[in-house]
């Protein structure tokens, strides 16, 4: 299996290491790098746990080599935080609404509402629901993930 | 609200293990990466099954990178077969198989690489010499005398059969004016976390102890462990403080982490294993309950039942595990919340060529109140009375409890009648009539749904001696330590892992209050097994009563010792003093105060300040029975089995397109009484997201097996999860009844919403199909099975 080097922007810092050409995104960021927030659910695209944004868009990590990646900029949970170590007000709202249990597809669904709210700052519930459509999550009926992302809505519009 | 007088409990308080999960800091078991980790894939059998003649491992081990392939042969002799829930000496069940494969999907072989990826490539190189065999899938079939045997040592498919019948059941039905009967079937699914099992095992032969870190929820997982591999459970460490991706009853990976630890004791190296999805949901053993329901009920003209009849045929798949034992739990609520007063109960649990069924969330009770609402809903109509009254007319009235149920619950406590009418009200029901039927008018199918049903909570074992008389156990205890540090520090150690319900939260919640202290000051973690006291883990919807209880009660000991001290140094009476947040002050006299910090200090350094022979320093454990418990079953079968009954009722309103098939929930409330609320979202989230996989047991999920035998449904392509898209706003309405068996009146909630939203979907979804003359009475209710019947209907010149 030939092996290649992968050079990524992750969360802003340059970040490097050898990959066969068959390993996938997520196994590189897990593995190859230790950012293991990012989770692994079914790789075959369906639960979206994997999901990570890729220049600016959100992508299956699963679903995407680690070569195809080579000299992306990939945002993962682990970059939502400010610089001073603060929650992002999305990450806050989740909090505030409990809009979790297990948190095992949390990282894969603020990734997803990350990316709607970089484009629509004032989100109706249904495009709440359209948005996280592609995330799975088996606890918590998703009503206090829609709620969690309405009031980082409304908080980043008043900051 | 019964809360008003707590000072944190029933609060909107955020729940503290979220920070570390929306920060990508959780710690699963996939995280864990330790220096020299080898990696496994399975190799699984295609066959349903099939004798295993040989085994060729050679290519496989030419492979570079690749380190052992463990066969079944070799596991067997050097391990023990695995716990069973059932007396059944003959049917052995081993991690991988040994001899005969008994489905397709089952794990033969385990190749163990240096990395995953070598380990699946290798996987492909083992060369299994199978002879296929006869096979059963039906469980109806496989009842047969002519059947073929799953486990011909067994001599028989059946792994339980027993029928319990509780009071004049013959005569109830004999007197009846009306009785009916009629089948209804749950089929096999599953809480499917998004997380499959994941565990690694690292043999230290310097301390001769196995590290074990495992996505696991499961009672006794230690000692489960240490019989399998013949270690005593004092050389088995396992690691609570792994987070669990999503459990819901089903994270019991015993095979894996048997596998695995003998692997890392043969080869002295650690070894993980993580299922993938396919491993997972074929031969995971992740199955839930899929059963037959043979109803019938005797009631009168007025729509007042007074018999039940439950013959329950599951179709266990291929080992019994703990499986069986989930047409045990339905015993403690056998006739629902309704004034019943007789009841048959037949039980059989049928072994088939199919992967073994495993403790899904509700243990059973889900589809049983599915069965039982079916029924409540063909008395409606069979008398001409709307469904909720008829349930009012059957529903145990707030003054009668506690209330005896014929199989010998007896019911806490509890006001059906007034949780019945907020959801009514909060639907506002007559305007959801009219709503409906205007959809009607309009062309659209269009179904209101009802279900009232009950949680029994409190995670008692009373149906393990029940199922097997060799099983004598009669507590399921749980444990509470608090140790209060030299500063003053409250940290409270938990003797379990967490799968999402906030045990964290909530331990520091329960300590808060009774210390008057701010939960966020408290830490609570979780034990490794060898510190860890004893706990019988997250089951049967037991942590709030059972771990609550536990922490409850060592705070109180801890306030009892803080006040022992404050009496010696004031020389006054326990009854004279004040405790106040910590502090102690004499009664009247809020000057002769002494701190948290002073009391603290006495009983960590200043040994001449304490009481003559109190145990210095300051901490305490509490360990608790489970309320009620403690008795075996009477010959008859009747035992008190869970302790509280949470009660919720269901109203969801759904519109079918004619077309396809198409449901489209377009309203759903709940009404909800769990007793005393510890943390509000928490009960909410659970109570929401158990709707949304009832949503999905009622119209999406199912595990789908061919007449060859063949899984189906080993991906989420074909097993289908409700989306955000499929799962609706759900407004829930509170109610709170407090048990009369726990200190703050708190009952269970972490399987509320699953036990109800089935029955009320599958109400729903025929209430719309009723003005066409159709019925389902199956579930999934999924769409190709909805449009086959509205095209049927058509074909054959029905109106719409």
């Known amino acids: 299996m030939s092996e290649h080097r992968v050079t990524l922007t992750v969360n802003g810092n340059e970040m490097s290491g050898t990959a066969e050409a068959r390993l996938t995104l997520v196994d590189f960021l897990r593995d190859v790098l230790g950012l293991t927030g990012t989770h692994i659910g079914c790789e075959h695209g369906v639960c979206g746990a994997c999901s990570v944004i890729m220049d600016g868009k959100p992508v299956r990590a699963c679903l995407t080599f680690a070569v195809i990646a080579d000299g992306a900029a990939i945002t993962t949970v682990e970059g939502l935080e400010g610089a001073d170590g603060e929650m992002s007000p999305l990450q806050d709202a989740f909090c505030e609404t409990h809009a979790l249990q297990c948190g095992y597809c949390t990282p894969g669904m603020l990734i997803a509402a990350h990316a709607l709210l ?19 999550c088996r606890c918590t009926g998703y009503v206090q993930i829609v709620e969690a992302i309405a009031l980082a809505a409304e908080k980043l519009r008043g900051a | 609200m019964a809360g008003t007088d707590f000072r944190f409990v029933g609060r909107k308080r955020r729940v503290r293990e979220d920070r570390r999960f929306v920060t990508g800091r959780g710690r699963f078991a996939a995280d864990l990466s330790l220096p020299g980790t080898l990696h496994i894939a399975m190799v699984s059998s295609p066959y349903a099954c099939a004798e295993i003649k040989g085994i060729d491992v050679r290519a496989a081990l030419a492979l570079p990178g690749v380190r052992a392939v463990l066969t079944g042969d070799e596991l067997s002799g050097h391990i023990n077969p695995l716990l069973s829930g059932l007396d059944l000496p003959a049917v052995k069940r081993l991690p991988l198989a040994h001899g005969r494969a008994r489905y397709a999907g089952e794990w033969v072989c385990a190749v163990v690489a240096e990395t995953r990826a070598v380990a699946e490539d290798a996987a492909e190189l083992v060369a299994v010499d199978y002879a296929p065999l006869d096979y059963v899938i039906d469980p109806e079939k496989a009842l047969r005398p002519d059947a073929p045997l799953v486990h011909p040592e067994h001599g028989s498919n059946v792994f339980f059969n027993r029928k319990w019948v509780w009071g004049d059941v013959e005569g109830d039905f004999a007197k009846a004016a009306n009785t009916l009967a009629f089948r209804v079937r749950w089929s096999r699914c599953s809480t499917v976390p998004i997380e499959t099992f994941a565990v690694t095992a690292s043999w230290d032969p310097g301390r001769e102890v196995l590290d074990v870190w495992a996505s696991i929820q499961m009672p006794k997982f230690p000692e489960q462990i240490a019989r399998a591999l013949r270690l005593p459970v004092n050389g088995i460490n396992v690691h609570f ?68 009849r439950i013959k329950a045929t599951d179709d266990c798949g291929c080992y019994p595990g703990r499986a069986p034992l989930q047409l045990g739990k339905p015993v403690s609520a056998i006739v629902g919340p309704y004034r019943i007063g007789s009841a048959e109960y037949e039980a059989t649990s049928v072994s088939t060529n199919k992967t073994s069924q495993e403790a899904v969330r509700g243990f059973g009770q889900a589809p049983t109140n599915f069965a039982i609402e079916a029924t409540v809903d063909k008395v409606a109509r069979a008398v001409g009375l709307s ?99 030299m500063l003053g520090g409250v940290t409270a150690m938990i003797g379990t892992s967490s799968s999402g319900q906030g045990h964290e939260t909530l331990v520091a919640t329960v300590i808060g209050e009774e210390l008057q202290r701010d939960p966020d000051t408290i830490r609570a973690i979780h034990s490794d097994s060898l510190s860890a006291l004893p706990s019988n883990s997250p089951v049967g919807s037991r942590m709030a009563i059972m771990l609550g209880g536990a922490a409850g009660g060592a705070a109180r000991r801890i306030k009892q010792r803080v006040l022992e001290i404050a009496a010696h140094n004031f020389q006054l009476p326990i009854d004279r003093l004040i405790y106040d947040g910590g502090d102690v002050h004499v009664d009247g006299d809020a000057g002769r105060v002494l701190t948290w910090a002073q009391l603290v200090d006495i009983a960590h350094r200043k040994y001449h300040d304490m009481p003559l022979g109190a145990e210095p320093g300051l901490q305490a454990s509490f360990t608790w029975e489970v309320p009620t418990g403690g008795a075996l079953p009477a010959a008859d079968g009747t035992v008190q ?14 519109a079918i397109d004619p077309e396809t098939g198409q449901v489209e929930i377009l309203a759903y409330h709940i009404g909800h009484d769990c007793g005393t609320v510890i943390n509000p979202d928490i009960v909410r989230g659970m109570t929401l997201g158990g709707i949304a996989h009832g949503i999905g047991a009622a119209l999406y999920e199912k595990f789908d097996y061919d007449e060859n035998g063949q899984h189906l449904s080993g991906s989420f392509m074909d097993y289908l999860l409700p989306t955000s898209n499929e799962i609706p706003d759900v407004t829930m309405v509170k109610h709170y009844t407090p048990s009369p068996l726990t200190p703050l009146g708190q009952k269970g909630a972490g399987e509320s919403g699953y036990l109800g939203a089935p029955a009320a979907i599958a109400g729903a979804v025929n209430d719309a199909l009723r003005p066409l003359g159709l019925e389902i009475t199956t579930l999934p209710m999924r769409v190709r099975d909805i449009e086959a019947l509205l095209a049927s209907h058509r074909a054959s010149g029905g109106k719409f």
């Open chain 2, 387 to 485: 469904r909720a009254e008829v349930r009012r007319r059957n529903l145990i009235r707030a003054d009668e409890f506690p209330w005896r149920i014929p199989s010998g619950s007896e019911y806490d406590s509890g006001d059906y009648h007034a949780v019945l009418d907020k959801v009514m009200a909060s639907a506002g029901w007559e305007s959801m009539v009219s709503r409906r039927d205007a959809l009607r008018a309009e062309g659209r199918l269009a179904g209101i749904g009802l279900s009232t049903c009950l949680e029994p909570s409190g995670g008692n074992s009373s149906f393990e001696p029940l199922f097997n008389l060799k099983n004598d156990t009669t507590t399921w205890m749980e444990s509470c330590l608090i140790k209060i540090d």
């Open chain 2, 641 to 654: 089995m869970y302790p509280c009954y949470a009660f919720e009722a269901h109203v969801p309103l759904i």
């Open chain 2, 241 to 308: 403080d792994v987070d669990v991706g999503g459990s819901y009853g089903l994270k019991r990976g015993i095979r894996q982490t048997v596998i695995v630890a003998y692997l890392s004791r043969t080869l002295r190296t650690p070894v993980r294993f993580i299922e993938d999805r396919l491993e997972n949901m074929s031969g995971g053993e992740i199955h839930g309950p899929d059963r037959i329901f043979d109803m019938a009920v005797a009631f009168d003209d007025d729509g007042v039942m007074s018999s039940l």
């Open chain 1, 118 to 136: 970089a484009e629509n700052p004032d989100p109706s519930s249904a495009q709440i629901r359209d948005a996280i459509g592609g995330n799975l």
